[in-house]
């Protein structure tokens, strides 16, 4: 099995930064794609952000281009989402994902491993 922790949400405002932390544990050795994922009050989950288990390959939706950053740190076993030039709009619950198929990064039927989520809020 495997579990993800996230961490380093919060309140901030439009501008600001947040880097949110997701710690995995268990059989990390399995784990090949990671990837964080959003959903808002009444709107599906959707993808952020998702890296490979080298770091080679990444993906970024469109909306968070140019803002967001993934990176990983496989000696701590650790994915990391830093966050610039937040908006109200990137306000959400923000998940971590890990799976040991090296199949499709973005959608979120391809992980099977999920963390509790992390709350972002960005005011105006």
């Known amino acids: 099995q495997v579990q993800l922790v996230e961490s380093g949400g919060g309140s901030v405002q439009a501008g600001g930064s947040l880097r949110l932390s997701c710690v995995v544990s268990g059989r990390t050795f399995s784990i090949y794609k990671m990837g964080w994922f959003r959903q808002a009050p009444g709107k599906e989950r959707e993808s952020v952000a998702a890296?490979?288990?080298?770091?080679?390959?990444?993906y970024y939706s469109d909306s968070v281009k140019g803002r967001f950053t993934i990176s990983r740190d496989n000696a701590k076993n650790t994915v990391y989402l830093r966050m610039n030039s937040l908006k109200p709009e990137d306000t959400a619950v923000y998940y971590c994902a890990a799976d040991s198929s090296p199949g499709s990064m973005y959608p979120p039927n391809e992980y099977n491993y999920w963390g509790q989520g992390t709350q972002v809020t960005v005011s105006a």
């Open positions: 890296i490979s288990r080298s770091g080679g390959s990444t």
